[in-house]
């Protein structure tokens, strides 16, 4: 078992049954709830539920589509039916939609609970388990309405993602991918080299890359200036994500946040002289391990839309967080309209460039 | 004007041209909004409508039935509307409800943005201008769902409660005289002496109350345990509060709390020891400046219930926080039901003793 401390709290990477029994053993807590989606719950408390019998379930639906202030409600009904009270342990067990939205019922019910999360996807063991941000969706804006709470602890157990669809596997690495390019070259030089993409799973590549985000996190843990690094990929990303949710095909967060990262190298490079040679190696990687989306000139406007309410935005203008090269990074970078729809040009060129 | 200074805010007590407008010149903001009710709009935003010019207005329903998730989102969608960011101040002016209200969505939207407390109400002016308690009422609970989060300053100016009925003033009253009972013995035995209600506006009334809730929330700002003295008087007080909230006459807060602590001061009376001759002085204060209110048999069952719900209990079991003796409080005491039903009938037949 590995473990990263925070300053208030540890991510225990290792085995389930490891980390949660000794943490139930040593807490004292008067009523004990686990929030499942319908996924998590076939694929993941089975792997628990010894470990935490006679807590009261709370089931909500799966996807992104549940993280609103309706299915908020529902959780904390389901808080105030089972008698939840101030003493009351809340396991958050699923992907990031699980974590966000549960920390956030969990944060705000009686002024708040103590909770702890056991994130099950890769995506979600990686970025959002750190860093004690919470909220939910509201009116397509993501995130919209949160707040930074730090949960009891996170419990990392990379057994949860074996079951996980490749697609899954890759959405989540490009987190990985990212905390290299931000503050760990060799993390990041050693993804352009990787052979298959279930090797991502080693407790050494998570390690690695919680420990990026815990060192900024640390510095800045409300998001007052530094930290504001981690959004790169994820300014752009997010418009492409929001925009592509409503579609026949939606975007996974990592897929959305891989086409983001190449607009943004991509204006770091015009504004920041980010190096060719490392722009293209990104290209690469990302052809190599997400799927060709193309993004239609229609939906330039809804996304540049959305990326308005981004919330590092100030007096409307649009920021960025941008990279001068492979880990030095920049944030507060005011960027035109104009230079993002030349960054999706960019990255729709690229598609029909042979890897 | 009077300054007292809280660890990371300042509540100013003097008039609301002294304070706010030295305040929003030093401050950088890239939007301001005003959040208003019918009342206050009427009443107060006259008062300060040339300070906050360009601002936008957010107008809610006044009332506490207006405390709750739907009018929050209607606040959220009016802050997206006006392209609120982490940049923007918004200024909450209002009684309780809208500085609690106001204040968590402030303080949740994009994960928190800054804000002013401008209380208007003798209550707010006392009590919920310090100490970071924000909140809503759901499924009748009150304040069941919020957050700490302290505002970057509250401007109290009693001119405001200049016309509010003397049953406002009362209300707001009752939590300087709980102030005085809990850490001010001066301050509780000038009350006692009260000749005429609106001698309590005076500054030194309000910056004492205001000093007794700094210096205890200070010590405990998160309610781990000290805190809880504030709740004296409160745990009964909600239950009678919310009880009598869909009624044909529902009761002010102050009113109903006032009720609370007759009947809470004759539970620390038989429990431990409180002086009979200090709940005779508090008795015949508050039946000299509240109305007289019976509290039917059929609504015990019901008090009980919404008590049951109280964000102190632990376990299922009723936690109160009580007084030794005038100036000596007591936190986490358990009280068994029958108690609470005795402590009813106690306070309803003082209604019929003569003061």
């Known amino acids: 078992m590995q473990i990263v401390p925070i300053a208030s709290y540890t991510v225990q990477i290792g085995s389930i049954e490891e980390t949660l029994n000794p943490l139930l053993q040593a807490l004292q807590y008067s009523t004990l709830f686990v929030l499942v989606d319908e996924q998590t719950e076939i694929h993941c408390l089975p792997r628990i539920r010894h470990l935490v019998e006679g807590a009261q379930l709370i089931r909500i639906p799966s996807g992104e589509e549940a993280k609103n202030i309706q299915v908020c409600q529902q959780i904390w009904q389901q808080l105030l039916d089972g008698h939840a009270d101030r003493k009351s342990l809340v396991i958050n067990l699923g992907g990031g939609v699980i974590g966000d ?39 397509h804006i993501k995130n919209c309405i949160g707040l930074f709470r730090d949960p009891l602890a996170v419990l990392v157990d990379p057994a949860f993602c074996l079951t996980l669809p490749d697609r899954q596997i890759a959405s989540g690495m490009i987190e990985i991918f990212k905390h290299g390019l931000l503050n760990d070259l060799e993390l990041y030089r050693d993804l352009l080299r990787l052979d298959a993409l279930d090797q991502v799973l080693q407790t050494g590549y998570l390690a690695r890359a919680i420990n990026v985000k815990r060192s900024v996190v640390e510095e800045d843990p409300y998001e007052a200036g530094w930290r504001k690094i981690l959004n790169l990929g994820h300014t752009l990303g997010h418009g492409v994500e929001s925009y592509f949710l409503d579609s026949a095909s939606p975007l996974l967060h990592g897929e959305a946040v891989a086409i983001g990262l190449i607009g943004e190298l991509y204006i770091s490079h015009r504004c920041f002289g980010f190096p060719q040679d490392e722009l293209d190696a990104v290209v690469r990687f990302i052809k190599r391990w997400y799927p060709d989306v193309i993004i239609p000139l229609e939906a ?42 030349e960054a999706i040009t960019y990255y729709n060129n690229q598609l029909s460039v042979p890897v």
Not at 108 to 113: D, E, P
Not at 118 to 137: E, W
Not at 302 to 311: N, R, W
């Open 101 to 139: 939205m549960g920390g956030f019922c969990a944060g705000t019910f009686k002024r708040g609970i103590p909770f702890i999360q056991i994130p099950t996807t890769l995506l979600s063991q990686v970025d959002a388990s750190v860093g004690g941000k919470l909220g939910i969706d509201f009116q």
């Open 300 to 341: 330039r406007g809804p996304i540049l839309g959305i990326m308005a309410q981004d919330k590092k935005n100030e007096r409307d203008q649009l920021h960025f967080s941008l990279l001068k090269k492979p880990g030095e990074p920049l944030i507060d970078c005011i960027i035109e309209p104009e230079l993002v729809e």
